[in-house]
């Protein structure tokens, strides 16, 4: 799952990640 499209590498690599897996939670809960 690659959803680093919005975000640059520069930023902080961890916050995309962490951004990444909250959409995730949310997608498993119906969101």
């Known amino acids: 799952m ?3 499209s919005k975000w ?3 930023k902080d690599a961890a916050e ?3 951004r990444t ?4 939670v949310l997608a498993l ?3």
């Open 2 to 4: 690659k959803a680093i």
């Open 8 to 10: 640059p590498e520069s």
């Open 16 to 18: 995309v990640h962490e």
């Open 21 to 24: 897996q909250v959409a995730a």
């Open 29 to 31: 809960e119906g969101r």
